[in-house]
T-cell receptor, first 112, second 114 residues
Framework: GENVEQHPSTLSVQEGDSAVIKCTYS??????FPWYKQELGKGPQLIID?????GEKKDQRIAVTLNKTAKHFSLHITETQPEDSAVYFC???????????FGAGTTVTVRA | DAGVIQSPRHEVTEMGQEVTLRCKPI?????LFWYRQTMMRGLELLIY????????DSGMPEDRFSAKMPNASFSTLKIQPSEPRDSAVYFC????????????FGPGTRLTVL
């Protein structure tokens, strides 16, 4: 099955700086890569996703890049704000499969 | 839209007791997922329903766990008998369609088994 590794496990950044989280996956059949944000006491919430027919997708301050050859994808948050503090999860799945394989999560802390 | 609704939000019980967790998916969604989240194992998929039918229960830890979806708007996850190692946050999620679509998570049920 799919194995997703996520790094780093914790990330502390100064407000206004950028944060980058990286994930690798093992199954070359995977072509759907969502990112979820989980705030304390809440369920994960989708913030952005990318499919393998594109290499990059951006939504305001967040962007995701995908390198299918190397089997890795990354989340970039620019101009970080205190409300960006949360746990972020990457995931991967073949688009013809319901099952998401999640990374272990990255705890992001934005220092004011 | 109210989103995915789970109840109870917190449950504390003693070892050996039966625990029932409840989920109401988003109206119109036809896929439902039960996950368990722990520090040690992260987010684990327990069972997946499509159109109220269990499709994959390979993640259910053992026979003590069972899940049902009697109709499109309600699902339960039951643990009987409960054990301390079942302590975790249990999430229900729903999505539209079978594959490759956003899964909407509920707020979770924090279960503590003493």
């Amino acid at each position: 099955g799919e194995n997703v590794e996520q790094h780093p496990s914790t990330l502390s950044v100064q407000e206004g700086d950028s944060a980058v989280i990286k994930c690798t996956y093992s199954d070359s059949a995977s072509n759907y890569f969502p990112w979820y944000k989980q705030e304390l006491g809440k369920g994960p919430q989708l913030i952005i996703d990318i499919r393998s027919n594109v290499g990059e997708k951006k939504d305001q301050r967040i962007a995701v890049t995908l390198n299918k050859t190397a089997k890795h994808f990354s989340l970039h948050i620019t101009e970080t704000q205190p409300e960006d503090s949360a746990v972020y999860f990457c995931a991967a799945s073949p688009s013809n499969d319901y099952k998401l394989s999640f990374g272990a999560g990255t705890t992001v802390t934005v220092r004011a | 839209d109210a989103g995915v609704i789970q109840s109870p939000r917190h449950e504390v019980t003693e070892m050996g007791q039966e625990v029932t967790l409840r989920c109401k998916p988003i109206s119109g969604h036809n896929s439902l997922f039960w996950y368990r989240q722990t520090m040690m194992r992260g987010l684990e998929l327990l069972i997946y329903f499509n159109n109220n039918v269990p499709i994959d229960d390979s993640g259910m830890p053992e026979d003590r766990f069972s899940a049902k979806m009697p109709n499109a708007s309600f699902s339960t996850l039951k643990i009987q008998p409960s054990e301390p190692r079942d302590s975790a946050v249990y999430f229900c999620a729903s999505s539209l369609g079978r594959t490759g679509n956003e899964q909407f998570f509920g707020p979770g049920t924090r279960l503590t088994v003493l």
